[in-house]
């Protein structure tokens, strides 16, 4: 006796998505469902294309599919809709579903490098993705990813961003000579902040991640008003003097009522090319400590590698430079850990399906 869809979908109701603790035909995820004869074709339509367990979840559908009676062959194709996170309003930007802020409370952690990487995964993986490089100040992102051309203007005045590495970008860095110093008050900065966000042809978007400078001061409050944030990641290294800051950049940020997606520690420690012996010189899980002491997820930990201050050098960031070295890794699964996030209070407000949708 031929399968029928009912017994599909009820074999798939026992596949469930980890992080959003559901099953995927609750979830709408199904779609498309074909039988012939003996082969079922279905489509697993995800929240986002950088999924942590997408390759499990496609597994995990096939055999429950496949163990039908009545069905030799079970065949998933996986796709990706990335929703916004944050119902669209008047200060939303057309087109783009998720705005993400990556914060720190001091300088010198990294966190341009960890901004300039997670935007590169992130696209890696086949999301559509920009990067704004709000350090009006201090602009080091168009040489972190290759860029020294000035953005085209249209005959409306707005900018296109060029792109590298897959990636839609716009600095204040591009728009003035590099040996130029920005020096700007207040409402300067509110109004660039405001350019970059809303007179950019940016197009389509599932991420536009938003690298702000260090501290708490204006540009994170621009930001912060000028448009619906769907959360900001921190990034600190494992010593207590960042950690510190860090804080205090959460603390800057629940005020504005900006959720917090997650923490990124970064030179969690150093691994050495010759023996293998790790050390870690800044110490190590003050970042993870702190995740868990303010209630906010832990996205991941980068080890020291010279290969990141090389490819920020040079234009290459290390997931395309050098995609197989622990660092590379470690930002990938960052990536998917803050898509991950991001999908889990996105989908706090999808509703329940019993069938799938076309």
């Known amino acids: 006796m031929a399968v029928t869809q009912e017994q599909v979908l009820s074999a798939l109701r026992s596949v469930a998505d980890p ?3 559901r099953d995927i035909v609750s979830l709408g995820f199904i779609k498309d ?3 012939e004869g003996e082969t079922v074709d279905f489509t697993i339509e995800l ?5 942590p367990v997408r390759d499990q979840m496609k597994s995990q559908a096939e055999d429950a599919v496949a163990a039908l009676p009545g069905v030799k062959e079970a065949r998933a194709t996986m796709t990706a809709n ?6 669209p309003s008047a200060e939303s930007i057309p087109g783009i579903r998720n705005v993400v802020a990556v914060g720190a409370g001091k300088g010198g952690v990294g966190k341009t490098t960890a901004a300039v990487n997670i935007a590169v995964a992130l696209s890696l993986e086949g999301a559509r993705v920009g990067l704004i490089d709000g350090d009006i100040y201090g602009p080091n992102v168009p040489q972190m990813l290759g860029l020294d051309a000035p953005p085209e203007v249209t005959a409306e005045r707005r900018l296109v961003p060029p792109q590298a590495h897959g990636v839609k970008v716009v600095s204040m860095g591009m728009l003035v000579p590099p040996d130029q110093a920005v020096i700007w008050r207040g409402p300067m900065l509110h109004s660039a902040v405001r350019q970059f966000l809303h007179d950019v042809e940016w197009g389509e978007l599932d991420y536009l991640v938003v690298d702000l400078p260090p501290g708490t001061g204006d540009v ?3 930001m912060a008003q000028s448009v619906p944030l769907a959360g900001a990641i921190l990034v600190t290294t494992p010593q207590g003097v960042s950690v510190s800051d860090v804080r205090k950049a959460a603390a800057m940020f629940r005020q504005l009522r900006v959720p917090i997606l997650g923490v990124i520690e970064n030179m969690s420690h150093f691994l050495c090319g010759h023996c293998g012996e790790r050390t870690d010189i800044f110490g190590h899980g003050g970042g993870q400590t702190m995740a868990e002491t303010l209630g906010i997820p832990f996205l991941g930990d980068i080890p020291i590698d010279t290969s990141v201050r090389i490819g920020g050098d040079e234009g290459r960031p290390i997931v395309v430079a050098a995609p197989d070295v622990a660092a590379a890794r470690a930002f990938r699964g960052v990536a998917r850990q803050l898509a991950a996030q991001i999908s889990i209070q ?3 407000t999808l509703p329940l399906v019993n069938a799938p949708q076309s």
């Not at 929240?47 to 999924?51: E, F, I, K, Q, V």
């Not at 990335?82 to 119902?87: D, E, G, S, T």
């Open 19 to 21: 992080d959003l603790k």
């Open 220 to 222: 994170s409050l621009s």
């Open 82 to 87: 990335v929703r916004p996170r944050v119902p």
């Open 33 to 35: 469902v074909r039988i």
């Open 346 to 348: 996105t989908a706090r």
């Open 47 to 51: 929240t986002t294309p950088a999924c």
